[in-house]
């Protein structure tokens, strides 16, 4: 394929001047991009051990038995109110991650949501369905209103089941005719220790794992502080460590004062 590298009645294109600028552009155009080489070998291990960690006292916690009547048992909800060692919070805060979300969210943003996610091997999981992670929603927004983050524990592969997307449809309302998306589907294919990212309005679906290891992966979805968290936790609750500096991506209370008098003070701060 020779891609032509002319072209005429252009006055205006983005310019790139960094790594960072080329995953913006992928996400603003296509709706996805993979951030690579965020933490080191011994981080990755790291974090590996601690999610099963973490799995086995949610599971203690809750009982695979609830947890499975709820179609929850493959999921870890808010992970980093659980663990102690502040691994999760660290990969709410890493750096090149909120480099990239801030270019694209222009102003205040918050975390949402974090989900320790299974992909099991050879199973259905509640993942493995097409969804935006502002579900139900059916309209669109010149800027994202929200990021997710699909941290890797495990390489993404095609056998495991990594992550399909519909490019593009972060710009549309409906959900595509079922031939654009036979035609237009891709995998995502990333290594353990990169975050894949996406507009939280594309389409998206984990495949399924044909391998015989579950597949894991932590996403966190980062949005304006309009959308509300669906678990509405004290920031003193999160027994990790948090830098200061980042204290505010955990809460999004600046916007919700509880009376006028408290507003106003808000507002002066
Ligand atoms: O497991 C995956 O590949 C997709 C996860 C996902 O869709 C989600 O967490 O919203």
Redesign the pocket.
């Known amino acids: 394929m020779i891609i032509p590298n002319k072209n005429y009645g252009v006055n205006e294109q983005t310019e790139i001047t960094s790594k960072i600028d080329k995953n913006i552009e992928d996400i603003c155009v296509n709706g996805f991009t993979v951030l690579n080489d965020c933490f080191k070998e011994s981080e990755i291990e790291e974090i590996s051990k601690c999610f099963d960690d973490t799995k086995k006292q949610f599971y203690q916690m809750y009982s695979y038995k609830y947890l499975q009547s709820l179609d929850e048992h493959n999921s870890i909800r808010a992970p980093f109110l659980i663990d102690k060692t502040g691994i999760f919070t660290k990969l709410v805060t890493n750096k090149k991650l909120m480099k990239l979300v801030s270019g694209l969210i222009r102003g205040s943003f918050y975390l949402n949501q974090q989900?320790g996610?299974i992909?099991p091997a050879g199973e259905k999981y509640n993942?493995g369905m097409w969804?935006r992670?502002l579900p139900y929603q059916h309209f669109t927004s010149s800027t994202p209103l929200g990021i997710?983050a699909?941290y890797c524990v495990d390489d993404f592969t095609l056998e495991n089941g990594?992550?399909f997307v519909l490019p593009g449809t972060h710009k549309v309302t409906k959900f595509p005719s079922d031939m654009f998306v036979k035609e237009n589907a891709k995998q995502i294919i990333a290594k353990s220790g990169s975050y894949i990212v996406l507009d939280c309005m594309i389409f998206?679906?984990?495949g399924l794992n044909k391998s015989l290891h579950d597949r894991r992966?932590v996403?966190h979805l980062f949005t304006i502080p309009h959308i509300s968290k669906p678990i509405d936790y004290n920031i003193n609750e999160i027994p990790g460590l948090v830098e200061k500096k980042y204290l505010k991506i955990f809460s999004k209370s600046k916007n919700n004062a509880i009376n006028v008098k408290k507003y106003f003070k808000l507002k002066r701060s």
């Open positions: 989900n996610i992909n993942q969804h992670d997710n699909l990594s992550t998206h679906s984990g992966a996403n």
